[in-house]
Every structure is written in structure tokens, then in C-alpha cells.
């Protein structure tokens, strides 16, 4: 038992700040420059002691004993023909032991985006994502979120991309499994460690938070970490969002509204709002005036997903075509809208497919954001 609760109460390499791991070190009677030593193997995705090669052999052992220094272990890896590729992570906390989290890495030729989970299961039940279908088991803390990160560097640095592609990670987007905002002891964690020099050192520009609309925790985030803001709207009336989003229930349409108008935004940022073309739910003309009421064009683009199934799934995707003509109708308003990208689909790495389950199959989906 007490080894038990030695072992929780470890702190956890991915997620401890340039200044805990100084104060760790001097504690154990190591000169400073071991803690920036360690900082800049971890940074780079080494999380092993064994292989901090410049580290002496008790420094690393001690980090071995004394330190959780891989708070998440890779199950599984699936390589997509365009190099997407899909992880899936085991999760080591008592509570969460077993339990299993999806990140996905989509390799361009100027840019690495990583989409990060940050809860296992979601407790906002969109009725179309199978995310939200599967309840919600936990949340994940600062490590885990920054572990996969981390994991997915080390795994590049193993297996490296076809040289025409870009070789290291640019931007992460929060659109895994979770609800971000529901979550914000581990995101803004997570986020801290991002943005700080001595952390991943990653722009704001390059971060993105996809959200359902949680309005005092779109505030906060505002205030504290104005990375750049994703909002799954999928319908822009109230009655319709109450049934595909139901924490319109709670924040309606209105209140969204204001929120998104006080929302910081950089020189030439833009808020990206989410729709998913549901066949006949939410892709009539009534739906696409409604949008266009909703949306503030030099604030905000619209960004239109297609609906990936999933078993049991109670709707279908709008045909392609009316897809096309749904964001031609955006564009001629004056309005920028980008029918998103299907990435990985050999794989079946999902956006709203990803659940905790190491057999599920799914399909991913990637945007362009920001720079
Ligand atoms: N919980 C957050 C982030 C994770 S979901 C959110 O809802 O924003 C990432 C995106 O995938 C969201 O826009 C979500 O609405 C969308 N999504 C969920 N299920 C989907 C599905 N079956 N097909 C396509 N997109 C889906
Ligand atoms: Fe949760 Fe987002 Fe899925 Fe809704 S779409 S159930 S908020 S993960």
C-alpha cells in the first residue's frame, strides 16, 4: 500500500514545469544545469532516463526511481498511405489504468499538426459522435495531454517521414477524444507547457481549441491562453442545436453569440466555426440562411465537415455535391468557408469516431489552422 501511494504521488515527467524539475534537482544535491539537461531531453520527446545519455548513471536512476517519466504507453500505431498517422495510448493512473486514449499526427509539406484527447469519453453526448455515445470515463491530466506530444516527437524521430514532408511538430489542435473546455485543470495545464519558452515553446497562433460552446470556460481561456478557437456549431438556431449539441440547452445561441464577439483575436485571426453536414438535418436552405445570419465574416470562417458514421449511427452525410454548394452559398456572402480535408481514411482515424477502444475503427479529418 505504501509503495501505492508512492508511486501516485510521483511527479510526472511530461507535465513538470523548467522550475519543479530545478527544485527536484537541487533537492537531490545536482548541480542546476542537470535540471535544463533533462528538461531539453524530455522536450524533445526522450522520456526514457536510460537514454539521457549526458545525465550520470545515479541522476538517472534516480529519475527512474523517484520520477513517473512515461505516464502513458503506445498500444498501437496505424500508418495511413499519406503518412497520417493514428496512436493509441494506454493510460498508467491507478484510476485510469488500462484505459485507452487516440491522438492522430497529419504530415504536410510545411506543417505537422497533432490532434491531442484530452478526456477519456465525453460527458456531452452529441448524439452524432461516437466520442459522446461511449460516456465518460475521466479526465485527463496535464502529462497525459502533453505526453502524447511528446510520444508522437519520439515516434518521428524513430520512424521518420518521407523527406518531402515536414519533419517536426507545428501545430496542435485539441479535436481528439473530450471536451476540452470540460476539462480545464488538465488543458490549461497542458497549454501552459506549450506556450512557455523553457516548455514546447509552441506559437499561440499554432493551438487550437475545439469546443461545443462552454461559454464561462471559452471566457476564461480567452483570458488566461488566446490560443486560437474552434466552435462545433452545427446548426445556428436554437432548436436544432438543442438536439445536435445539447449544451445549447444550457449556453443557447444568444449567449454563444456575445461570447464569440468578446473572444481575442490576433492580427488576422479567425474564429473557425464547425459544421457537420448531417443528409437533411441540418444541410436546408433554412439551415444555410440561418448560418449566415449567425456568422460574423471578418471575424469568423466556417468550416464544413463531413459526417464520418459510425455503427448504430442515427444519421448520414450530406452527398458531396450539396456540400459543395453549401459553402459556395457561404463564399458568394462574403463569408470563407473550407470543406474540410479527409486525412488517414485507410486507417479510419475519426474525428467524433475516437473512442477508448483499441479495436474501434475510424476516420480523421483535418483543417487548416492557422500558420
Ligand atoms: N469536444 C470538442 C472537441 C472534440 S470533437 C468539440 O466538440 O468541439 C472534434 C470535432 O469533431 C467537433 O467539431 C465535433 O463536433 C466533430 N465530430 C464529432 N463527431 C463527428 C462525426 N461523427 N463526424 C464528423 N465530425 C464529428
Ligand atoms: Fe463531446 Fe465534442 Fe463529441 Fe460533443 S462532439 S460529444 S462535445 S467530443
Not at 103 to 125: F, K, N
Not at 180 to 202: C, K, Q, R, T, Y
Not at 246 to 264: G, S, T, V
Not at 305 to 331: C, D, K, V, W
Request: aromatic letters at 6%; glycine letters at 6%; one cysteine or more.
Amino acid at each position: 500500500m505504501r509503495f501505492m501511494q508512492k508511486q501516485t504521488s510521483r511527479p510526472q515527467l511530461p507535465g513538470m514545469t523548467a522550475a519543479e524539475l530545478s527544485t527536484l534537482v537541487s533537492q537531490w544535491g545536482e548541480p542546476r544545469f542537470r535540471a535544463k539537461q533533462i528538461l531539453d531531453w524530455r522536450n524533445k520527446g526522450v522520456l526514457d532516463p536510460k537514454r539521457m545519455s549526458n545525465l550520470p548513471p545515479r541522476l538517472r536512476d534516480r529519475l527512474e526511481a523517484f520520477i513517473d517519466c512515461s505516464p502513458i504507453d503506445l498500444v498501437r500505431r496505424e500508418t495511413s498511405q499519406d503518412g497520417t498517422r493514428k496512436y493509441v495510448f494506454s493510460l498508467n493512473r491507478p484510476r485510469l489504468s488500462g484505459k485507452m486514449i487516440e491522438s492522430v499526427m497529419i504530415p504536410e509539406s510545411s506543417r505537422i499538426t497533432v490532434c491531442l484527447s484530452s478526456q477519456v469519453g465525453c460527458v456531452l453526448d452529441c448524439p452524432f459522435c461516437h466520442t459522446g455515445t461511449q460516456g465518460f470515463t475521466g479526465n485527463l491530466n496535464k502529462a497525459e495531454i502533453i505526453a502524447q506530444v511528446l510520444c508522437i516527437m519520439q515516434d518521428l524521430n524513430e520512424a521518420p517521414l518521407p523527406p518531402d514532408l515536414h519533419q517536426n511538430i507545428t501545430h496542435i489542435v485539441y479535436m481528439g477524444m473530450g471536451e476540452p473546455l470540460a476539462n480545464e485543470p488538465g488543458v490549461h495545464g497542458s497549454l501552459e507547457l506549450l506556450l512557455a519558452p523553457d516548455g514546447l515553446n509552441i506559437s499561440r497562433r499554432r493551438i487550437t481549441v475545439s469546443t461545443s460552446g462552454l461559454i464561462p470556460q471559452i471566457e476564461r481561456l480567452g483570458e488566461r491562453f488566446p490560443v486560437n478557437l474552434a466552435i462545433s456549431l452545427h446548426a445556428a438556431e436554437n432548436e436544432l442545436r438543442n438536439e445536435l449539441v445539447p449544451i445549447n440547452r444550457k449556453y443557447p445561441l444568444e449567449q454563444l453569440r456575445q461570447c464569440l464577439d468578446r473572444y481575442p483575436l490576433g492580427h488576422q485571426r479567425h474564429i473557425t466555426l464547425e459544421y457537420v453536414l448531417l443528409d437533411r438535418v441540418n444541410d436546408r436552405e433554412c439551415d444555410l440562411e440561418a448560418l449566415c445570419r449567425f456568422v460574423r465574416p471578418h471575424r469568423e470562417r466556417v468550416n464544413l465537415i463531413q459526417f464520418n458514421p459510425y455503427p448504430g449511427s442515427p444519421y448520414r452525410g450530406t452527398p458531396r455535391e450539396r456540400m459543395n454548394e453549401f459553402a459556395q452559398h457561404l463564399i458568394s456572402k462574403g463569408i470563407r468557408a473550407t470543406v474540410r480535408r479527409s486525412r488517414g481514411q485507410d486507417i479510419m482515424a475519426a474525428c467524433g469516431q475516437l473512442k477508448a477502444d483499441v479495436a474501434d475503427k475510424a476516420r480523421h479529418h483535418v483543417d487548416g489552422e492557422g500558420d
